[in-house]
């Protein structure tokens, strides 16, 4: 069967995902079956693969749902729990503080707390701790995952302390001994370049989630009112991204995303309270009342106006749960201190399932969710908690996350299917390996601009940065060898392009959709992030291959000239939005002089 082939039957379980999922709009509990059905029967009849690994895949997949769900019930637990001590109440009241504007709310808790959480811990954790606090503080629950999403694409590449680049990248590259002696150096180099990319096309990323808000769930349907606050978008942008590139390029990709998120955070915050590049506070933009609310934005999390039993807690009492879970997630992460080895020594192992090479492993300490569930705990001492609140937060998360169980059973196993297609007797590399060598044959020397869009399809399907680069660096590396450019370039397309596609990743939108209650519209997220996301990738490809190819092609090639049809498109509406703001004023005067 030719490359050609192959590629379009790869494509089956994802085509049916986009038919059912996000174009039929069927909850992920009824589309992910029969994706899973359908990655199954390609796997046994046209790989080939042994009915002993399709069945080991799927163990193994059961594994990482179970896992998943452990964190989903932790980031659960952990609001229910400042729900039932008064300290949402009290950390809403914060932000009011800082500004009533729900437009610069997003941006400080989603952008900037959300790439400090992502920079400590990866894996999706900024969605189960940015996407319920947006919840607590008083936003739509879908309107929390859409930003909790979309923010999901600068900060992953150096999430969980550099673990996409020293796991990922390093891992895949250093399946090929040639490359390099020294394969740290070459994926340092590497993450510096990726740094780069990034800090340029995430630069709207905070833009993109305040127009989106605004024009999904404002009262005017409106991307207007969303780009009214371009300066302080692009100035808590900045905020984040300078430190985050200089980081990179001059230590490594251990900490970019965790200190330019607290960097960004230290800048911003101050900033905000004294109204710096803000709209004044009579123009705060606000959601209507929950009242005229499209019942689709809720889920099944009610958060309610409970006070502290003293009447008042204090601002440094409320936030200490989520400063806690920071540390935490800090101190058992870095190599540097004893906790990383402690709270990995305890493994819950299956080897070699059915007897493949498929191993499944939990380390229940390492997991966010253990961080989460101890800092409840924790949580139930200082906010001086009774005992019924404790059991009301527990028994309503274990509530709550019972959905969920119903998608991810499917759609993670389905993922590990796919992964696990290598191998079979028909000879075919993996779905995803012979899905990439078909888009990389048909485009040749355009590469560049599919590299970004092929790592966003790994980390679509495996729901992972790392797992997207561990599959894709080797074949991005030897693609960019073959076309005469600078592989280190196209491996950091593929490690930004990885990144992105978390915003439309099924099983994280499942997880995230999960720990607000929203179970059931994963199709209606991915119908609003994908927007972004192929911003993202097609932008990251433009420049990329502008980078690669402007010496030998000159200055004028399809990439440069993508980027400055997408850059000049930004600007225009930005510039036309604030000429048209400006002259409403006029018009309305006029209006009332004519009347007079």
Known sequence: MNTGTLAILSLMPIVAVGIFLVGLRWPASKAMPISYIVAVLLALFVWQIPGATVAAASVNGLVVAATLLYIIFGAILLLNTLQESGGIKTIREGFIGISPDRRIQVIIVAWLFGSFIEGSAGFGTPAAVAVPLLVGLGFPAMAAVVAGMVIQSTPVSFGAVGTPMLVGVQTGLSADASITDNFLALTTTIAGNVAIIHAIVGTLVPLFVVALMTRFFGKNKSFSEGLQVWKFALFAALAMTIPYVIVANLLGPEFPSMIGGLAGLAIVVPAAKKGFLMPPKEQAWDFEEKSNWDPSWTGKIEI????????????????????????????????????????????????????????????PLYSPGSVFILVALITFVIHQMSVQSLKSAWAHSAKTMIPASAALIFTVPMVQVFLNSGGGTAGYGSMPMELATGVANLTGDLWPLFSSFVGGLGAFIAGSNTVSNMMFSLFQYNVGSQIGVSANWIVALQAVGGAAGNMICVHNVVAACAVVGLVGKEGDIIRKTILPFLY?????????????????????????????????????????????????????????KSAK
């Open 304 to 363: 309610k106006d409970v006070a502290h039993k003293s009447g008042h807690m204090s601002m440094v009492r409320a936030w200490t749960p989520y400063l806690l879970v920071g540390l935490f997630l800090v101190l058992t992460r870095l190599k540097a201190l004893p906790f990383l080895d402690w709270v990995q020594a305890w493994t819950i192992e299956m080897a070699n399932i059915f007897g493949t090479e498929i191993t499944a492993s939990f380390q």
């Open 536 to 592: 993202y990738a097609t932008f990251a490809g433009g420049l990329g291959y502008s980078i690669v190819w402007t010496a030998e092609k000159g200055i004028f090639n399809i990439g440069t000239i993508i980027v400055a049809i997408i850059s000049t498109f930004a600007v225009y509406m930005i510039a036309s939005n604030n000429r048209r703001l400006t002259l409403e004023p006029i018009g309305k005067e006029r209006r009332y």
